[in-house]
């Protein structure tokens, strides 16, 4: 637990929680929902580690009412959450479906009643099914269709909205969804995933344009970010170093910032199309940082696939996922944005910071995380140690409220301040609930 109390942060800073909709809001059917690429590969026998589906989840879409006020309980100043896209367009085209729209009306109307910022995310992986059926992000149609959705949304929502956040974490899903298989829609193209990366950060900057005329209210997109820890000090390890960073860390960012794309890993620039460039580049308002932990990274063996070989890290705590808590990578990877991109970097909000430990009620139903209150506890004071250094961040959120389905983990990993023990939907505050209230929002 913590001794020393949590530094100050500048006024106005906003603290916030996220999640995403397949992982938490369930109802797949209701009021004229389509299919998405994840209903496709849950329910593809295999896929997901204990069999489960996204088809019930937190069942949120019925009880937002109840998560909102638990966000409220949490005091924090803004939810972080995102826009189901086959719930407006069934098959990712045509008019919009008022009855999918009404849900994240109501949601929104509930969470600026009770005095929270929605921040909508467009798209946090849950393609229509129809549009993948039509080549997914592999065609650059895509994009374009991308577009007429975030203008569809902002439409309805583009008054109460208060940032909106065009992709979540691009890289993970060209990279697990489309190059290695392990995430929806399940491709395994390797390298060949490229035209996936470009195509989402085209259909993100057609999509800034689109919510700029709706609605005037910030645009950020989420990335995901890795610090290298280096394995070995070869110069082999050092071009395996850049290459990971490159591809894991720049791909997305730089063509983002103006910089275009890195050459290291060898992005195809077979599907970049003249002014593709220019539209990727669209001025962005924030720049939200997702961050879990860094990468130990070698030189690859001569006959590898790829350019690096990733290694554990060794001696440091590990979560349930097996992943190591390094608090003081967050505060290098602030810090190195800052060096990298300089006066091209917008303000930087954390918009995805947690971890999954295996959280079980004791005999009187309480919840105690002591390991989740020292994640946040260190990686806050990273944050707060980059705000020193300069870089200019105004905002963190949890990743996550609730307990939800983790994808190909599916009900596996429990990442939320609240318990759910899913039979029930019963919620449950972990200690962590109450110690992020008391230590950091409302102190
Ligand atoms: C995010 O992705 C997602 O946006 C969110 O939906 C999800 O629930 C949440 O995080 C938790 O998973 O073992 O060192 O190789 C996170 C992307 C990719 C971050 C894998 C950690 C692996 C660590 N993650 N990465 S390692």
Redesign the pocket.
């Known amino acids: 637990m913590t001794t020393a109390s949590m530094p100050e942060f500048p006024t106005g800073f906003r603290w916030g929680v996220s999640t995403?909709a397949h992982?938490i809001e369930g109802a797949v059917d209701a009021d004229g929902r389509g299919p998405s690429i994840w209903d496709t590969f849950a329910h593809t026998p295999g896929r997901i580690a204990d069999g489960s589906t996204g088809d019930v989840a937190c069942d949120h879409y019925h009880r937002y009412a109840e998560d909102v006020a638990l966000l409220a309980g949490l005091g924090v100043s803004a939810y972080r959450f995102s826009i189901a896209w086959p719930r407006v367009q069934p098959t990712g085209t045509g008019a919009a479906n008022a009855a999918g729209l009404d849900f994240y009306d109501r949601l929104v109307d509930e969470l600026l009643r009770r005095g929270v910022d929605p921040v909508a995310t467009l798209f946090?992986?849950d393609l229509p099914q129809a549009l993948e059926d039509a080549g997914g992000w592999l065609n650059r149609d895509t994009a374009a269709r991308f577009a007429e959705y975030a203008d569809l949304v902002a439409a309805r929502l583009g008054d109460r909205v208060k940032l909106w956040i065009t992709l979540?974490?691009p890289f993970?899903h060209m990279s697990?969804g489309h190059g290695m298989g392990m995430h929806a829609p399940g491709r395994m193209l390797l390298f060949d995933a490229f035209p996936v990366a470009h195509h989402q950060l085209l259909g993100h900057g057609l999509a800034v344009s689109a919510l700029r005329a709706r609605s005037s209210s910030p645009v950020a997109i989420?990335n995901?970010y890795?610090p290298v820890r280096l394995a070995g000090d070869t110069a082999a390890d050092r071009a395996a170093g850049a290459a990971y960073d490159a591809l894991h860390n720049r791909l997305f960012t730089d063509p983002l910032l103006g910089l275009g794309y890195p050459e290291e890993p060898g992005f195809d620039p077979g599907v970049v199309r003249d002014g593709d460039l220019d539209v990727i580049a669209a001025p962005i308002d924030v720049l939200g940082v997702?961050y879990?932990?860094p990468?130990g990274i070698r030189a690859a063996e001569e006959d590898s696939p790829l350019p690096f070989e990733?290694v554990p890290?060794d001696g440091w705590p590990r979560t349930a996922?097996?992943?190591?808590v390094v608090p003081d990578g967050l505060r290098e990877l602030l810090v190195g944005l800052r060096d990298r991109y300089g006066d091209r970097l917008p303000p930087i909000q954390v918009t995805?910071s947690?971890c999954?430990y295996d959280d079980v009620p004791d005999a009187d139903g309480r919840v105690h995380d002591p390991e989740r209150i020292a994640y946040l506890d260190g990686h806050l004071r990273a944050v707060r140690e980059a705000i020193d250094a300069g870089v200019d961040v105004t905002g963190y959120f949890v990743?996550?409220l609730l307990d939800?389905w983790?994808?190909a983990e599916g009900f596996t990993?429990r990442?939320g301040l609240v318990h759910v023990d899913y039979p029930s939907q019963r919620r449950t505050p972990k200690s962590s609930y109450a110690w992020f209230r008391d230590a950091v929002v409302r102190r």
């Open positions: 995403s992982q946090h992986w979540n974490e993970i697990l989420a995901n890795s997702n879990y932990n990468t990733i890290l996922f097996d992943w190591p995805e947690g999954a990743w996550s939800n983790e994808w990993k990442f």
